[in-house]
């Protein structure tokens, strides 16, 4: 089950601490969507990543970035997900200690805090390396046209 995400790019720069600069491809979907003509994902701007490459590549070498889906699962439970139940935990043993609305928004803030500096604790094990994405060289012979559809 453990499948990843993937998005070709072309390398753009690379950066004075070993990093280079990709730019993602955008996704091509819109023309299937139902809401492609309320939606303002298809005019969104470039997206680009930092990563770590291989020196053999070189500015404008076409490449696939991926990485794994379980990871962005994780990552986004613990983002977003955790935070929210320690809000929610915070405003009801705020609610049930005190019994008034002040106290209960104060008690939720500080819940919300305390998700976000548990799930900051806890990322770097629970995740390790697993987020950062990787790139390898695009051996097909494929042109990046950034905003042409793949």
Known sequence: MNETLERRGEVIRFDDDGLAQVRLER???CGQCGSRGTCGAGQAADQ???????TTLSVGDAVT????SASVVVAA??????PAVCLLLGAILA???AGNDATTVAG???????GLLIA?????????DTLAPSALPDHCRHTFHPGAPS
């Open 27 to 29: 996704e091509s979907a």
């Open 48 to 54: 680009f990543v930092r990563l770590r490459l291989s």
């Open 65 to 68: 970035v991926s990485t794994s």
């Open 77 to 82: 439970l613990l983002g977003y997900a955790l």
């Open 95 to 97: 609610e049930l200690y």
């Open 108 to 114: 939720a803030a500080l819940g919300f805090v305390v």
């Open 120 to 128: 900051r604790a806890v990322a770097p094990a629970a995740l390790g």
